[in-house]
């Protein structure tokens, strides 16, 4: 059993930063992949950021240059830098894991730019 427990969300103002961060725990032996989407309303949940083992990490166009992806292995925690938040930043976040064999993903979080 995997459980991911994602935290940092809330309100801020336009130009403001957060973090958030998620947690991993159970029967993990390797975690391959560790990203972030999010999800707005009425649209597709995207790729936020992700960041492999080694550290390699990938960003959507829309978040570069703004967001930070990083990770801790020996606390199987991944975290998320957002600066100059924006409106259209307005979503819920989720934390997703690759393990190898299987996916897993958090409960979201919910992330609220507006003046």
């Known amino acids: 059993q995997v459980q991911l427990v994602e935290s940092g969300g809330g309100l801020v103002q336009p130009g403001g930063s957060l973090r958030l961060s998620c947690a991993a725990s159970?029967?993990?032996?390797?975690?391959?992949?560790m990203g972030w989407y999010r999800q707005a309303p009425g649209k597709e949940r995207e790729l936020v950021a992700a960041?492999?083992?080694?550290?390699?990490?990938n960003y959507a166009d829309s978040v570069k240059g703004r967001f930070t992806i990083s990770r801790d292995n020996a606390k199987s925690t991944v975290y998320l830098q957002m600066n100059s938040l924006k409106p259209e930043d307005t979503a819920v976040y989720y934390c997703?894991?690759?393990?190898?064999?299987?996916?897993?993903w958090g409960q979201g979080t919910q992330v609220t730019v507006s003046s």
């Open positions: 997703n894991i690759d393990i190898g064999w299987a996916a897993y």
């Open positions: 159970g029967t993990i032996l390797s975690i391959n992949v």
């Open positions: 960041i492999t083992r080694g550290g390699s990490t």
